[in-house]
């Protein structure tokens, strides 16, 4: 008989470095054997895949999420708006809207690039969210800074996702402890200013997309002209 543990064990996608499926296995078990041969040969040969989704609203700021001081890793700073493990056999456009659903608490849809553009202005943007995917890459070194001042640093295969919403958004209880908007002119400036404010991901992510965070930007405004204040 199966146990209730074994019911709800998180199943991740699990890869070589070369971006080779190799099977599923449970997340925490997956972590903790990393982290063992890590310790005993200073390096990893196996990757999980993730989503990292970048959400803005309509009027083009990024919203960053303060991690929750209940995170055991980088804690208090202000990190992407969501991530997410791949389980089982789903795609980075199935988990982004799983992930948006379960932490942010709204529905969307992942769209190619076409569609995302024709979405901005048929689509309303306070109820529904639309993203697209805009890289993925295999070997991204995910960092990690925990309470004691240690880092960890562990590969993935991760696809990045752009999106905008303009509804209420309900953080997941547990896992943000504040939100902050900033807008692409402004961000880069910010992140020199206080580097320590922030994790790898967004010091590393944000600069690297800029400049499709100011074409979305310019693509909002084209086409959100009509868009009336929410009363």
Avoid: C, W
């Amino acid at each position: 008989m199966t146990s209730e543990t074994e019911i709800y064990k998180e199943k991740v996608q699990i890869f070589d470095l070369s971006g080779k499926l190799l099977g599923m296995q449970d997340k925490t078990e997956f972590y903790n054997e990393i982290r063992k041969e890590y310790k005993k040969t200073g390096k990893v040969t196996r990757q999980v895949r993730t989503i990292r989704l970048f959400l803005m609203n309509a009027d083009g700021g990024i919203y960053l999420t303060k991690r929750s001081k209940l995170k055991k890793e980088n804690t208090l700073l202000y990190d992407k708006t969501i991530g997410g493990h791949l389980r089982d056999s789903e795609t980075p456009g199935f988990t982004v809207l799983r992930e948006a659903a379960e932490e942010l608490g709204f529905p969307a849809a992942a769209l190619d690039e076409s569609e995302f553009v024709t979405s901005l202005s048929s689509v309303d943007l306070r109820i529904i969210g639309i993203f697209k995917e805009i890289d993925t890459l295999n070997g991204f070194i995910a960092k990690y800074k925990y309470k004691n001042g240690k880092y960890s640093k562990f590969p993935q295969i991760t696809t990045i996702f752009i999106g905008v919403f303009d509804g209420p958004i309900k953080f997941k209880d547990g896992e943000t402890s504040g939100v902050e908007i900033y807008y692409p002119d402004e961000i880069i400036s910010e992140l020199k200013k206080n580097p320590k404010r922030y994790t790898e991901d967004v010091k590393i992510l944000v600069p690297q997309y800029i400049n499709e965070f100011k074409k979305i930007v310019k693509q909002i405004k084209q086409y959100r002209k009509y868009l009336k204040p929410i009363k």
